[in-house]
């Protein structure tokens, strides 16, 4: 009796747990002693194209473009991971050479023409590698899926970012003639040619992004832009009231509170005030506490703690 | 007293029960579409890498597994039906009994077609679980109407499974029925090329091609599934028909086929 449970259980489940450990053991090896792949082989081009592929993937195209959809999020994803620079500024990521950004985003849309989220996300963050290739990818968006205002509002956004007003505005037309389209659009195709390149024109964009999309990537984006925003008129409104306390007082705050009682009469865009934290500091809108450069006498970022990228 | 077409339905729906019966009873069967439910859950945490798409990679994938495995499930059941009544000699006590060999095959084929309905549902019903747990619910009509489709493909699959496997061994049987499920999704693609590259001959091959083997890109609706559309009931049924007609066609030369075959 013993020997028979000794035999059907315990022995099995020590041989398993035995070779498990084992396993276990090797895979650190296994993975240390692979030969690693050369510095840019996950920037060599793609072996396969996404028209292509079209019609050979027995029906199964929507997955393959989901595939590469997740392939783009994890590439640029790894190249900020990979980033020396802790700071990386969003408005420009050419620094980071993610040439295949494009490529990857154009076979997924090629596999999938409908694929709106694609769309979406190469109108926010290709116009910061090439603004070119993002016009071409939101215009291929906007011909196939001519119904889709919200393609229109992206195609219109890169023209409002390469500065381009007067197409801006024709694109922002276009979308508003849509039934069922925002009228945020309208807004937009009024206002770009006269108020093309003000802050409250950027405010408005990204504030429709971010109610109005259902996508995250666009969202986060969104509200990094509007975070931003925040940061530009708090900056100017700090800078003028250390201006105004340097022209009383002969020499610069030696800290925020010294300006505090002015700061706060300071009237902020859409009704926002300045933020202190819980140690009394005044703080960015990633909650991170200012600085103050008393050489230059101008607020700073601390790019340590701040998610704010500093400079457009 | 019954007239000759009730006592030929009655043994088409006596065999198509068995092999229903027989169908489900077999393991791979549970295996398959517990592989394709673990699919679909793995979907929804592979949704959660894919920045707000969650729904649209639940439906790809979760349609895509359903589609593959069910081609399986068609392929391997469909090959082994016939050929195991033959190999374990079952088909002489069948065949001793009022049942003729058409109306065992249309059993036969039957019986399976009810087991990758009863199978579609339980897949689609995880899929559609899936999105309601996403906040998907509006896809979830799309996604039935793709179901439907696929199992339309299917049957076609089915039929060719049952024809090779009334005259070849279960193995070439699957090996061929895999490769009109290839050149079914392709057939289209590959007369757009030979329309463009091609020769006077190659065009001619490919256009016979075209229209001989079933096109099963008809059936394929899992990525405009996907981004929210619907087929139109036209669609459907123009598929259906269509499947309809090559059942009806690949039955009827298996029917010729196993009539002529010799048992002893």
Redesign the interface.
Known sequence: MANSALQNVVLPVAIIAGCFAAIIGLTGPLDRGKPKLADGFTDSDLSMNGSRL???A??????L??WY??RA??YIGDKMVASKDANIDVEDLTSLNPRLLYPLLQNATD??P????AYS?GALVLPAIDKQKAIELATKGVNNNPNEWQLYQYLGFIYWKVGDYEKAAEIYKKGAEIPGSSSFMKLMAASMKTEGGSRTTARTIYAQMLSES???????TADRRLKQLDWFDERDAINQTLSAFNERNGRCANSFGEIAPMLMQVKLPEGRQFRIDAGKRLVDPTDAPYKLDKDKCVVTLDIEKTRIAPEN | MQSGSTNYLNGILAIAKNAFREAVRDRILYNLIVFVLLITVGAIFLGELTAGQEARVIVNLGLSATLIFGTFISIFVGVSLVWKEIEKKTVYSIFSKPIGRGEFIVGKYLGLCATLLANLVVMGTGVTLALLYVGGKQLIGGVWAAVLLIFLELTIITAVAIMFSSFSTPALSALLTFFVFIIGHFSSSLLEVATTVGTKTAVGFFTAIYYVLPNLSHFSFITETANGMLPTGSMIGSAALYAILFDVVLTTITVVIFSRRNFK
């Open positions: 079209k019609g050979f027995l029906g199964m195209e929507g997955l473009a989901d959809w997740v999020l994890q596999l999938d409908h694929f709106i989220g996300y259902d996508d995250q990537a666009v969202q986060i």
